[in-house]
């Protein structure tokens, strides 16, 4: 089966590897590309899909857990000015100073 999934940077052997792990699997090449990906991803960052996920359900239950009520007009500016810090803080971790 095609593959329309991104593979830049794979060698052609790499292609044809991908090529038959899919149909041993009886999936497209970027099903089986997908779920490698995803497996891999959940390997080296455990709970972290279901932390982003349920990121906020997380604040809300914290923050009810402090006094703080997610439906006032306060908490909404102080949600987006931390959304803004934690991007910020990912940007810089990412190595962009800009």
Not at 19 to 45: I, P, T, V, W
């Amino acid at each position: 089966m095609a593959s329309n999934f991104p593979l830049r940077g794979l060698s052609e052997t790499d292609r044809y590897l991908l090529q038959r792990a899919a149909a041993q699997q009886g999936m497209s090449q970027n099903q089986y590309a997908l779920a490698r990906l995803r497996a891999a991803l959940d390997a080296d960052l455990p709970g972290a899909r279901h932390a982003y996920e349920h990121r906020d359900e997380f604040a809300e239950r914290a923050m009810r857990r402090l006094g703080i009520d997610p439906d006032s007009p306060e908490f909404a500016r102080n949600q987006v000015e931390a959304r803004a810090v934690l991007a910020r803080a990912d940007q810089l971790r990412q190595g962009n100073t800009a």
